[in-house]
């Protein structure tokens, strides 16, 4: 069974950080490329960031660059943890973040429930 547990969600205040974990496991998912995106109330889910599977190549949104980073961590066959690290967050970065996973540049098929992010201005 594949499974994608988002953690490190929170409230942080306006130009503070918080580093986001994707625990993937039950496929090898260190052959998958991951992805965060991001839902604000209101809003159609948008892509924040993404990874290739050996971490060589990354992608952000223009929202996002400069100030968020992804990366993986792939030691463990069995498993794969993606990060977010967010620095300089915004009121407006204030979202449900998902991890997502696919194979190669198809589309994302397994997705996380999602972690709360709250920035306070």
């Known amino acids: 069974q594949v499974q994608l547990a988002e953690s490190g969600g929170g409230l942080v205040q306006a130009g503070g950080s918080l580093r986001l974990s994707c625990a993937a496991s039950?496929?090898?998912?260190?052959?998958?490329?991951m992805g965060w995106f991001r839902q604000a109330p209101g809003k159609e889910r948008e892509f924040v960031a993404g990874?290739?599977?050996?971490?060589?190549?990354?992608?952000?949104?223009d929202s996002v660059k400069g100030r968020f980073t992804i990366s993986r961590d792939n030691r463990d066959n069995a498993k794969s943890t993606v990060y977010l690290q967010m620095n300089g967050l915004k009121p407006e970065d204030t979202a449900v973040y998902y991890c997502?996973?696919?194979?190669?540049?198809?589309?994302?098929?397994?997705w996380g429930q999602g972690t709360q992010v709250t920035v306070s201005s």
């Open positions: 990874i290739n599977w050996s971490g060589g190549m990354t992608d952000y949104a």
């Open positions: 039950g496929r090898t998912f260190s052959r998958f490329s």
């Open positions: 997502a996973a696919r194979i190669g540049g198809g589309p994302y098929n397994y």
